[in-house]
């Protein structure tokens, strides 16, 4: 029980010892910096303090473990080249025989953990690992060809993209653009105009204010709370949401799935609906329908509603 009780102790302290990263280095470049990160493996995660300091955490992984080197050191290994002028950092990583083989138990990896200033603009580049931001206030550009990637607290635009990954937005107050080759996307509380697309997976958005674009090849979208234009498409999948605002077009169109969504009560529509089986209530009504296809104006007409589908159409009032 005493070797136990040893061992556990032991155990406790080299685990609260662990190396978090490898070195670090700080930048004076003002509250507007711009930073840029370019490398072809590892992770990059960027999070705003409110302060002019930036502080670059290199972490510097081999076999899995955070080396305790210098920059030196690193060097030795692979090229890093470093560029400040004024209020621009950037960073950029090659390493050697890239394109050859190489052992990966012998590679190694540089992470970074980026404390930014909060109106710094970001653009973040890794070939092979995930990418997060939070809290900036301006402007932010990340994409990885391997990995996810993860935007939070961004009062500025963000355009995303991973070829194999999935991507989570929230609380953006402009613009955003993202897209993934393979993998699912949720986004959440977004002021501005969307535009969202996978080839395999499905999109999720929701508390969306501005116009919205999504598309995804095979798999499913879905959009809650939804106040402005919808523009969406599926080749395989179900569409489904409600909309708590219409505004000015909504296109749905899906070639093999089912769509149905809900929009405010007694709502002034033009009517564009197509599908194998139809439960769409005709309120005040003048056009033609019959149980494939609608055209016409419901309670007056207003905003152009265009379904279409080879399975059923469901639309209903909140």
Request: net charge negative.
């Amino acid at each position: 029980m005493k070797t136990f009780y040893i061992s556990a102790l032991l155990l406790i302290s080299i685990n609260c010892v662990a190396q978090e990263y490898s070195f670090k280095e700080s930048y004076q470049l003002g509250s507007t910096a711009e930073v840029s990160v370019s490398s072809s493996d590892g992770n990059i995660e960027a999070v705003a303090f409110n302060n002019d300091k930036t502080d670059v955490f290199y972490i510097v992984r081999k076999n899995n473990r955070v080396l305790n080197i210098s920059r030196a050191e690193l060097e030795k290994e692979l090229t890093l080249e470093v560029t400040q002028s004024g209020n621009s950092l950037s960073i950029v990583v090659k390493y050697k025989n890239e394109f050859g083989w190489t052992d990966w138990r012998d590679k190694m990896v540089v992470s970074f953990r980026l404390q930014l200033p909060t109106e710094t603009t970001c653009n973040l580049r890794t070939s092979d690992g995930n990418v997060s931001l939070k809290g900036f206030s301006r402007d932010q550009r990340c994409n990885t060809s391997d990995g996810d990637i993860s935007v939070s607290d961004i009062r500025g635009a963000v355009t995303a993209s991973t070829s194999d990954g999935n991507i989570n937005v929230a609380k953006v107050g402009g613009n955003i653009e993202v897209k993934t080759s393979d993998g699912d996307i949720r986004l959440e509380e977004i002021k501005g105009n969307t535009r969202a697309s996978t080839s395999d997976g499905n999109i999720v958005i929701s508390k969306v204010r501005g116009d919205t674009y999504m598309k995804t090849s095979d798999g499913d979208l879905t959009f809650r709370e939804l106040a402005g234009s919808l523009d969406a498409h599926t080749s395989d999948g179900n569409v489904s949401g409600d909309i708590v605002e219409l505004k000015n077009e909504v296109t749905i169109r899906t070639s093999d799935g089912n769509i149905s969504i809900t929009v405010p009560a007694n709502a002034g529509m033009d009517l564009n609906i197509k599908g194998e089986r139809l439960n769409v209530p005709l309120n005040n009504f003048s056009g033609h329908s019959d149980e494939r296809s609608i055209q016409g104006k419901s309670n007056g007409g207003g905003a152009d509603i265009n379904l279409s589908t080879s399975g059923n159409v469901t639309l209903s009032y909140r």
